[in-house]
């Protein structure tokens, strides 16, 4: 029922969330690639990886776009382990926060 879909659209564009402020920024759709590999498979995305989604935007969008998702406390950007040169991005417990309300709201919309 596509009733359902854009009763949750309706319903995440209420939320006061500040990476919802300007939805044709590309941070939401980058935050939801990011996210969706780190909460389900445990894999984390390289600054490299990440500014080589051409689908997403130009290399320097993408950059401008993670720093914008950093200040936003989202993704952290941490330096790998063993080679200091390599930053990783993990999601912040506010990111995984902002998915839980999400949650909660597709199963109010299919309730």
């Not at 659209?9 to 996210?35: H, S, T, V, Y």
């Not at 500014?51 to 993704?75: T, Y």
């Amino acid at each position: 029922m596509p009733e359902l879909y854009l009763k949750f659209l309706n319903f995440m564009n209420a939320l006061d969330e500040p990476i919802f402020e300007d939805k044709k920024n590309g941070c939401w759709q980058l935050l939801q690639r990011i996210c969706s590999q780190a909460f389900i498979s445990k894999n984390f995305y390289t600054v490299n990886e990440v500014i080589g989604w051409k689908e997403l935007g130009s290399q320097a969008s993408l950059h401008k776009r993670l720093h914008e998702l950093a200040s936003l406390n989202l993704v952290t950007l941490d330096t790998h382990q063993t080679d200091g040169r390599i930053k990783i991005v993990t999601p912040t417990a506010q990111a995984r926060k902002l998915f839980k309300k999400l949650d909660k709201i597709m199963l109010n919309a299919v309730a």
